[in-house]
């Protein structure tokens, strides 16, 4: 019903920078929050950033300052600029969408997720 494809993960240098974004489509009437989660081998899945549709972020300690969340709501996009890339930032990266009916959730839906890998 909805449908979340990401785009621009890759191989970067440390100390280099990408950007990630995430267009959401299908069945939508209102998105509450979008962002990103990241999961790298062997570990949990993770909070990275995340930003609601009043345009409040919240951002994973190891990334701030790092990385930067920003929205387009009209269009039902997201996009995560990474700066300052450390090898401990590769993982996949997961764009996800908190879906409404403009008054209650109705699904967490996520993407397929993109890789990042940070490697000299």
């Known amino acids: 019903q909805v449908q979340l494809v990401e785009s621009g993960g890759g191989l970067v240098q440390p100390g280099g920078s990408l950007r990630l974004s995430c267009a959401a489509s299908g069945s939508i009437f209102s998105i509450y929050a979008m962002g990103w989660y990241r999961q790298a081998p062997g570990k949990q899945r993770e909070l990275v950033a995340v930003v609601t549709s009043g345009g409040r972020t919240n951002y994973a300690d190891s990334v701030k300052g790092r990385f930067t969340i920003s929205r387009d709501n009209a269009k039902n996009t997201v996009s995560l600029l990474m700066n300052s890339l450390k090898p401990g930032d590769t993982a996949v990266y997961y764009c996800?969408?908190?879906?409404?009916?403009?008054?209650?959730?109705?699904?967490?839906?996520w993407g397929q997720g993109t890789q990042v890998t940070v490697s000299s």
């Open positions: 996800y969408a908190d879906v409404t009916d403009g008054s209650s959730h109705t699904g967490d839906y």
